[in-house]
Every structure is written in C-alpha cells, then in structure tokens.
C-alpha cells in the first residue's frame, strides 16, 4: 500500500503490487537526485471505473509532501 500526502494536504492511497511500489521509489529517488520525468503514473488497477481499458494517476514529484508505504500478508 502506497499513501502519499500532496502539499496541499490531500491524501491519495494506491493498493499496488510490492513491484510498482518499489518502481515509484526509485522514480522519486532519481527525480530527488536531479534525474527522470516531473510526474510519475501510477496504474490505478482495480480502481478502473468505468468503460476505461487502462487508468492512470499522475502525481507531480514538487506535489508530494510525504509518503508511506504500508506492506501487507494476504490470508
């Protein structure tokens, strides 16, 4: 689980495969060091609403304030 806290204090929480996690740390690790794209899309999956093939959220790395990631078992 990925929750990430934007500046203007809006909270966005991804329930996403340890995989995609791991790619948006790295994502913001480069992007902290000066390297990689402004934004980061994250595959929203089973939050798909609609007639939609494939969703995506953009987050603006200047946007986040913090984040959290929150790893689970599956019973």
Same mark, same amino acid.
């Given at each position: ?29 480069? !992007?902290?060091?000066? !390297? ?18 494939? !969703? ?17 078992t599956i019973q």
């Open positions: 689980m990925l929750t990430i806290t934007l500046v203007n204090g809006t909270e966005k929480e991804y329930d996403l495969p340890i995989a995609e996690v791991d790619a948006f740390l790295n994502w913001y690790d480069a !992007r902290d060091a000066g !390297r990689g794209t402004g934004s980061y899309g994250i595959n929203k999956h089973s939050n798909n609403k609609g007639p939609f093939s494939k !969703r995506k959220e953009y987050v603006i790395f200047d946007k986040i304030l913090t984040f959290e990631v929150s790893e689970y």
